[in-house]
């Protein structure tokens, strides 16, 4: 009878333990909110591709090829995101120049939609998500097809 009475213990302790951890988990449209600026392009893989470079092209992505990849984009020449709880995104360029999408997570959390623009849905893989580091990957048939990896660092409001 003790014997039992400690395993229910114990199970209770355990289911309550992980109950609460996953309470406190922040989920990834939390962790989305805010506003995020761009530190950085490059390209995460490139088609047969045995090294750095591929024909000519090396892993970073010039502000040239830059603005060619995103130029039928949504987010074309957007420095800074600021994702709203509605659903509604921000992009801002350095030249003043903004526009508002929407945004959806789909999946686990891990596919980004961008839809609202020019009546376009665009998807990007969210590889990383932190509380301050965002990483997003999309694919580009420009010169070599490959995926570009964006790194966004969150911007805290003092």
Do not use: C
């Amino acid at each position: 009878m003790r014997v039992v009475i400690v395993y229910l213990g114990v199970i209770v302790l355990l289911t309550s333990g992980v109950i609460s951890l996953m309470a406190n988990d922040i989920s990834p449209e939390s962790k989305l909110l805010g506003e995020w600026k761009e530190v950085s392009w490059e390209f995460e893989k490139l088609d047969e591709t045995g090294g750095q470079e591929f024909w000519g092209i090396s892993k970073s992505i010039t502000d040239q090829l830059k603005k060619e990849i995103s130029r039928e984009l949504a987010f074309h020449e957007a420095e800074t995101w600021k994702f709203y709880p509605d659903g509604k995104i921000s992009l801002e360029g350095e030249n003043g120049k903004r526009s508002s999408l929407f945004w959806r997570l789909k999946g686990r959390g891990h596919v980004l939609k961008l839809f609202g623009h020019a009546d376009s849905i665009e998807h990007y893989q969210i590889q990383k998500l932190t509380e301050d580091t965002m990483e997003i990957h999309f694919n580009t048939d420009l010169q070599a097809r490959g995926i570009v990896k964006m790194t966004f660092k969150k911007i805290m409001n003092q």
